[in-house]
């Protein structure tokens, strides 16, 4: 049976959702070029032990500079262009054309079913993320 590109790109926001997948577009490196540069002053003054503290130091300044930056996976979804929705569907077609389902609740239940499949569609899904739409995605999986 055809499962329709809507009822799979629901399908697989139910599914980031329920994982807490986050996607950011540049945050990681701020928060990167923040912990490191103060790490660097850190140990400009105290030595080794600088970097220790400075890493520690920066990395809490980093958390509250990149606080909030993250938005869930399912909202970048649903903003998504439709040109941008049918190619992520054409991505995982392959994964869900096998099964036999008619909306997208009985896809996410397929899906809940079957860890390997589950993880395999949110691992394309995070690959298209990442090479079609520039987003870093981080996951609690």
């Not at 986050?22 to 790490?39: D, E, N, P």
């Not at 991505?91 to 899906?111: C, K």
Request: include cysteine.
């Amino acid at each position: 049976m055809v499962i329709r590109s809507t009822e799979v790109i629901e399908a697989v926001s139910i599914l980031s959702e329920q994982s807490g997948l986050q996607a950011s577009m540049s945050q990681s490196l701020k928060g990167g070029l923040i912990t490191g540069g103060v790490a660097s002053f850190a140990a400009l003054l105290l030595g080794p032990a600088g970097f220790a503290l400075g890493g520690t130091v920066g990395g809490i300044l980093a958390t509250f500079v990149t606080k909030d930056k993250f938005v869930p996976v399912s909202q970048v979804l649903c903003e998504m262009e439709p040109r941008q929705k049918e190619m992520l569907y054409q991505s995982l077609n392959n994964f869900v054309t096998s099964l036999d389902a008619t909306d997208a609740m009985q896809l996410v239940a397929l899906i809940q079913g079957n860890e390997i499949l589950k993880r395999n569609i949110l691992n394309a899904l995070t690959a298209f993320m990442r090479d079609n739409m520039n987003y870093h995605v981080y996951n609690s999986w």
